[in-house]
């Protein structure tokens, strides 16, 4: 069978559906509103809309597979049958199970979710010991081929490939000392190579293996294995042709590797990894080839310069034997439909494409490269004038280092002191109190027109002053005012701010049926008035004791917005840290004297290569400094970073010069305070004593003994007790005995200093 690769395609397509019907199918079946059979009926419909669209946009290489009821990696533990014992014994159908491993079951936890590589997706940690059995299950695969052949669409299976899987897989059980799930490539090979003559017997043409793993650093025995597996794959006699696919940046040395194999085509990031293009050059001529460029981003939300790629694509041509356009990874992390907005701005309108918008792009992309570029489209206009703010860009360039500079640490922790008169090992929150089912019905009612402002405000305020009485009968020394007012810690931001702009259907998977609106930063951000200081005030109003203003800093607000790309990334996060700063003196001037910067995304968009970090950090910690830096040396700035595997940005956290930092660190066993105590740091440091990504409340004595290992590690002066995150996913009654028992920790190791 030769069937060629086609001149366009994408690598994967958004499968939540145009108004999030899985999530609302997904949800209901969860509840028990619908049984599975409704749920399979919604999931068969949504595939079929994808194809149907994908094949009468033009594209000429379809993919399947890209749907998940929840995560593709969980599916590729089903397709390798690596469902772990735990669920495998819970007695479930197929689809029960699948949902246990990815949510929890009462009596067993679910698997733990990661961030995918340095996006907002978050996929599900696969377990692999030495004795995980591997079993081909293609089932899914092959049933969703064909069901889109029934429908007339002869598609390409997506997979995640091997050697990815494997990489991102933890080991579990009784793991040998130095096992590495990765140790266990050759063992799921073979399968995989099961799994390719199952799809070629359904009449597969070719499948496509993603290998994503590959453009972070790799060691040469990783470059090497994958080399060695698809030498084998390749090797498979009966089998459908195989596209390797990559993507979020530069192969390095697996590019060549993976030339030097019998796969028929492979597939680079030339968005996100443009060194890509040389390196293919220096290959050499590539004969029997394909190569998938990926020409149009899959990760932002703006028009492709559709000349200017195709003539990347010209250069490519020239280098291998076939060259098909595609994006440049697959359009899960962009809303689905431009056509779906209907209050966008026409200017800004004109220079987007959504998921479904850029499958036209491939489309034309393909056919300039085979017909010349004189049947595309002119290039996206330059930005209106008015989006410009010349007054920020001369506040911008009149910055100095004194004006991000505080005073020396420590002669502000006396001035802090001397003005807030805290205990020592001193007790807070992270922010976020629950969200109830009345705070959220009160937001649904004001959206929906059913409460005014007013009544709205009223129905916030009162909230307020429940969450400041809660904590002050439980005895905590800085309170917060529970965040009920804010939606999302980025949205709510952008709502306020010049420059940015919200979508209305723009909906883009987090994880599993949580889905997120990234808002758009199109312009020069600025503020238009104080967005925070009205709760805070009104908090600190109702109590003697300290009350945290709360933000969320700049680095957050960009990892988790669509970030325009006319200007430095640095450019638009010190506009962005500006207009904090003006807002943290607001709230300094109103009484505030404690405000915490949230900044739980920077480890997340830490770049994947060690060379680009520096860079990255560099940016990302003069963001924030000049965010935080406009306020008295009395005032005391707290940050809040969400994760637990901080050893090596230790210095960049540093850096930040945060009075006090507190970290997510219950669930890695408070590993960080090795690192506390290595490094010497020199700061404030909360390392979250009660994870509350979990129902379950933790026994006084175990936070007692977190609290006194951490107070071997940081003097008890800077060391603060909280929660390891917010607490807007948990219930009253759960919070207020883990409070309590927080708060008598601190007390009893306060005691004994
Ligand atoms: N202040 C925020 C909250 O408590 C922080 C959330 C986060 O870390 N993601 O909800
Ligand atoms: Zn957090």
């Given amino acids: 069978m030769t069937t060629p690769f086609g001149l366009s395609t994408v690598l994967g397509y958004p499968r939540i559906g145009p108004h999030r019907e899985l999530k609302h199918a997904v949800e209901s079946y969860w509840a028990g509103r619908i049984d599975a059979d409704a749920l399979q009926e919604t999931a068969a419909g949504l595939r079929a809309e994808v194809w149907r669209s994908l094949r009468d946009a033009g594209l000429d290489a379809v993919p399947s597979n890209t749907f998940s009821f929840y995560d593709q990696v969980l599916d590729t533990t089903v397709l390798i049958d690596a469902v772990p014992d735990r669920f495998r014994h819970l007695g479930l159908s197929d689809l029960d199970t699948y949902f246990a491993m990815a949510r929890g079951t009462a009596r067993e936890p679910a698997l733990e979710l990661t961030k995918w590589f340095d996006t907002n997706y978050h996929y599900l940690v696969p377990e692999v010991g030495p004795d995980t059995v591997f079993t081909a299950r293609p089932d899914k695969a092959v049933r969703e081929y064909a069901e889109a052949k029934a429908l007339g669409v002869a598609t390409r299976p997506v997979l995640v490939g091997p050697a990815t899987y494997l990489l991102l897989s933890k080991a579990t059980g009784d793991t040998p000392e130095g096992f590495r799930p990765f140790d266990r490539l050759d063992d799921l090979v073979a399968v995989y190579a099961d799994i390719l003559g199952t799809l070629a017997d359904a009449g597969v043409a070719w499948v496509q293996l993603d290998e994503p793993a590959y453009t972070a650093d790799r060691t040469s025995d990783e470059i090497a294995a994958l080399r060695a597996a698809y030498r084998r794959l390749g090797s498979v006699e009966h089998r459908p042709r195989l596209f390797v696919a990559s993507y979020f940046g530069d192969l390095g040395d697996a590019l060549p590797a993976l030339l030097g194999t019998p796969v028929e085509a492979v597939g680079i990031d030339l968005v996100a990894g443009p060194a890509n293009l040389k390196r293919l050059a220096s290959a050499g001529p590539l004969r029997s080839k ?12 703006w028009r492709t310069d559709l000349r200017a790629a195709t003539a990347t694509g010209a250069v490519l041509t020239g280098l291998a034997d076939h060259v098909a356009v595609s994006t440049s990874c697959s359009l899960l992390h962009v809303p689905v439909d431009l056509a779906a907005e209907p209050d966008l701005d026409d200017d800004l309108r004109a220079r987007l494409a959504f998921a479904r918008q850029k499958v036209d792009e491939v489309v034309a992309l393909g056919r300039a490269l085979r017909d010349g570029v004189g049947v595309l489209p002119p290039p996206p206009p330059a930005a209106p004038a008015a989006w410009r703010n010349d007054a920020v860009r001369a506040r911008l360039d009149a910055l100095r280092p004194e004006h991000v500079r505080r005073g020396p640490y420590a002669e502000r922790a006396a001035k802090q002191q001397a003005r807030l008169g805290l205990p020592p090992l001193p007790t807070t929150t992270i ?27 009223e129905r916030m305020r009162a909230e307020v002053a429940h969450v400041i009485a809660v904590q002050e009968r439980l005895g905590l020394d800085v309170l917060v005012h529970g965040e009920p007012e804010r939606n999302d810690m980025v949205q709510y931001f952008g709502e306020q701010l010049a420059g940015f702009a919200a979508t209305v259907n723009g909906w883009v998977q987090s994880y599993g049926s949580r889905c997120v609106r990234p808002p758009i930063i199109y312009g020069d951000v600025t503020r238009t008035g104080p967005m925070t200081v009205a709760w805070s005030t009104y908090a600190q109003s109702l109590t003697n004791r300290p009350v945290k203003g709360m933000l969320t800093g700049p680095v957050t607000i960009l990892a988790w917005s669509f970030v325009r790309i006319d200007q430095p990334l640095v450019d638009t996060a010190n506009q962005v840290a500006l207009a904090l700063r003006d807002e943290a003196r607001d709230l300094e001037g109103a009484g505030i004297r404690v405000i915490q910067v949230d900044e739980p995304a920077l480890r997340e968009t830490l770049p994947l290569r060690r060379a680009d970090q520096r860079t990255y950090l560099d940016w990302a910690v003069g963001a924030f400094r000049l965010a935080t830096s406009g306020v008295a040396d009395a005032t005391q700035i707290h940050t809040h970073l969400c994760y637990s595997e901080f050893g090596e940005v230790l210095p960049a956290i540093d850096a930040l010069d945060a009075d006090v930092t507190s970290i997510e660190a219950s669930r890695s066993k408070m590993e960080i305070l090795d690192d506390l105590r290595t490094t010497g740091y020199q700061r404030g440091v909360g390392p979250g004593v009660y994870d509350i990504h979990s129902p379950r409340v933790p026994e ?31 219930g009253y009654a759960e919070i207020e005995q883990a409070l309590t028992r927080l708060v008598a920790a601190a007390a009893e190791v306060r005691s004994t200093l």
Avoid at 290 to 301: F, P, S
Avoid at 434 to 450: F, K, V, Y
């Fill in 290 to 301: 394909t190569i998938v460029a990926g020409l149009v981003d899959g990760r932002n939300i």
């Fill in 700 to 730: 006084q004595a175990e936070v007692t003994d977190a609290l006194r290992r951490a107070v071997a590690a940081v003097p008890a002066d800077r060391l603060w007790v909280n929660p390891d995150c917010g607490l807007k996913t948990r």
């Fill in 431 to 457: 922010g976020s109190f629950p969200q109830t089912q009345e705070l959220r019905q009160a937001r649904a009612a004001h959206r929906a027109g059913r409460l005014d402002d007013a009544g709205y405000a």
